[in-house]
Each structure stands twice: as C-alpha cells, then as structure tokens.
C-alpha cells in the first residue's frame, strides 16, 4: 500500500526501526531461555506464571514514575541508561546459566529487575519516536512498531530454538544482550529535537491527566478491554483442544492466523492519515469485539481460522489508531506520563484478564471464557463512542 513506510525515509528513524526488530527478537530470544530453565529448575506452570508476573507487575507498581521521569530529563537520556541496564542484566543471566549456578528465585528476581528497567525504557521509546518522526509521521510509526512487534514474534522464537538447542539458554542471553548495542549506538549518535516540558506547577499525575481527558479516557478504557484480547495463550488452547478438539499442529496454526492476520492490519493503519478520526477508532474497536465473538462461537475449524484472521487484522489496525490518538491528544509535556498509563493498560492488564479469561472458561466453557473479550470491548467501544466521535485531534508542538 502506498505510504504504509513513509517513515522509513527519515534515515534515524529507519535506523532505529531496524535496531528495534533485531532488539525485540532478542527479549524474544530470551524469554524461550528463561522459559526452559524454569522447566529444567522446577517444571511448575505456577513457577512460570510467577514470571509472567514478576515481570509485568512493574508496569503498575513504577509506571507513573517512569511517566513522570521521562518527561522530566527527556527520552534519550532515559533510553541510555535503560538500554545499558538490560543489556547488564541479559549479561548477568548468561553467567548464570552458563556456570549452573542459577536458581529459580535468581529468576524472578532477574524478571522482575528487567520489568522495572523495561517499564522506563517502553514509555521512552514511545515519546523518543514521537521526538524522532514529528506529530504528522507518528500514525505510520505507530504502526510500524506493530511489525516490529510481529517481527519478533517470528523471529524470536525461530532463534531461541536454534540457540537453545545448539548452545543452551545461555546463548539465547547473550544474543539478547548484544541486541541492546545496535539501539543504544542510535540514540547516543543522533540528537533530536526534544518536546519542551512545562513548569513544575503545572505537572500533574498521567492518570489524574488521562481521567480528565474524555478523549484519552476513552482510549485507555478500549486499550485495557483488549488486554483480555492479548491473553490469547489462555482461552485459545481450551478452545482448540476442548471444542474443536485439535492436536499440536492445528493448535499452532491456528495461534499462527492471528499473527498472519496482524499484517494486513498495520499495512491499513501505517498507510492511513496522519491523524486518524476517533470515528475510525471507536468503529474498529467495535469490530474488534463482534471478530472475538465470531471466533469464539464458529461452528467449525475453517471458520474459527479465519475469524482468528479477521481479529488479528481488526485488532491491530485499531491498536495502531487509538495509541496514535492519545499521543496526538496529550500535551507534549505529559506525553511521557501518558505512554506510560497506556502501558499499564495494554499490556498491563493482562495480568488481570488473562486469570479472568481462565476462571470463565472453567466455569462456563471455553466459548464464552474467549467471548467475554469481544463483550468487554464492544462494552468499551460503546461507552467511548460520545468522546471519540466528536473528537477532533490538536496537536500541541
């Protein structure tokens, strides 16, 4: 589609895209390593929730702070320090694992150090890229960070399993530590010109900003409805194995259509205007929601694969769309706070909807434990159909 990589012209901006596929492929790459060595340590699926939430849990507990500190010195600075430290603790994991020293209460201790530093790291690389690509490219960059995200999710477990199998789980923590180099050298070679932060006064909390935007409101409410959405490796095995009662293979490609699906839905949100309609926002949202149900209540395998393919595309084009909307929405010396309440609602809240989604699915069945998602976000798109509609985006430069 024409215009779906116009961002790619700017060179620093192409430059940290590419530094940004292979980084993320590495954090990928890692996980499979910290993955096998809790089953090797313990082989508890408790243990491996725990690290899930180790690692998510600062998302909450440290968000606003990170908000409120990028904002506060700027993203490049923030960006140095983070890149360096994950690049440290990937390096330390290594050691560990290569020396067999490496215990399972090192690993949460390691995941939930790499939650708080990456926590940082996430809202910078949000207001890094809007400083980087201006207010007119920050649509199309938005979705391109979905192919980086889709990129990984390829690419990242196709190495880990090379690695791990040939090398060990150290190999995959090494790999993933010098993934941080090729980001760090961007920001450290390339200055951009940074948004101008407000007075002291005149700085309140992102959520306190967020709550009384109607508009930002709304988003963040969609954003965390699709966290349920998200949790797809909890309603999507009993789906397969308890309804359709498929084996190994068809349970990956049926995991797979979502992400084949994903592709068409960033080249539709990177190749559309640089400032999307709340209209178009709310309307996918919508669509988002009746695509689960579909999923959620086909009568076959054909079907339930391709509506797995329709929510793929729908969600990530309306994903794109409304992170779009909020950073065009927030003033420029709050867009940091911002980002961050975003990242506690999407992917924060999956560590709540992914345990929801569980508990529905066991007491009602896997259908409406998957159904619930399009009910909660076609519940969000309606009660931010009045702001997002009416909306009009200005920018703050």
Do not use: K
């Amino acid at each position: 589609m024409p215009g779906s990589f116009r961002s790619l012209r700017e060179p620093v901006f192409r430059q940290w895209f590419l530094s940004q596929l292979l980084s993320a492929s590495g954090g990928v790459t890692q996980g499979v390593a910290l993955s096998w060595l809790v089953l090797q340590l313990t082989g508890s699926g408790l243990d491996l929730g725990l690290m899930s939430t180790c690692t998510f849990l600062p998302l909450f507990l440290v968000g606003p702070y990170a908000g409120a500190l990028v904002d506060r010195i700027g993203p490049r600075r923030v960006l140095i320090v983070t890149q360096s430290l994950m690049a440290s603790i990937s390096t330390l994991t290594a050691v560990l694992a290569a020396t067999g020293v490496v215990q399972i209460w090192m690993l949460f201790a390691i995941a939930a150090a790499t939650g708080i530093v990456s926590t940082h790291d996430a809202t910078a690389r949000q207001v890094y890229v809007f400083d980087l690509v201006g207010a007119d490219g920050v649509s199309n960059a938005v979705a391109l960070n979905e192919v980086v995200v889709n990129g990984a999710r390829i690419l990242g477990p196709s190495i880990g399993g090379a690695l791990l199998g040939f090398w060990g789980p150290a190999a995959c923590c090494v790999f993933n530590a010098l993934t941080f180099v090729p980001p760090l050298i961007v920001v450290l070679r390339h200055r951009v010109r940074e948004t101008a932060h407000p007075p002291r006064p005149q700085r309140i909390g992102g959520l306190r900003y967020a709550w009384r935007n109607p508009v930002i409101r709304a988003c963040l409410l969609l954003a965390a409805a699709s966290g349920m959405l998200f949790s797809l490796n909890v309603p999507v095995p009993l789906l397969a194995t308890g309804v359709f009662h498929l084996d190994g293979t068809a349970f990956g490609l049926m995991m797979a259509t979502f992400g084949v699906g994903s592709l068409p839905g960033v080249l539709l949100a990177a190749s559309g205007p640089s400032r999307p309609s709340g209209r178009r926002v709310v309307i996918l949202a919508g669509g988002t929601g009746l695509s689960i149900l579909a999923t959620a209540y086909a009568p076959t395998v054909p079907l339930v694969f391709a509506a797995m393919a329709v929510t793929g595309c729908v969600s990530i084009w309306f994903i794109s769309l409304a992170n779009t909307v909020v950073q065009l929405e927030s003033d420029p010396g709050m867009r940091g706070r911002v980002n961050a309440a975003w990242s506690m609602a999407l992917p924060g809240c999956t560590l709540v909807t992914g345990p929801f989604m569980g508990w529905v699915a066991g007491v009602a069945g896997p259908r409406l434990g998957f159904g619930v998602a399009g009910l909660a976000m076609l519940l969000a798109a309606a009660a931010g159909w009045r702001a997002l509609t009416r909306v009009r985006l200005t920018v703050g430069q």
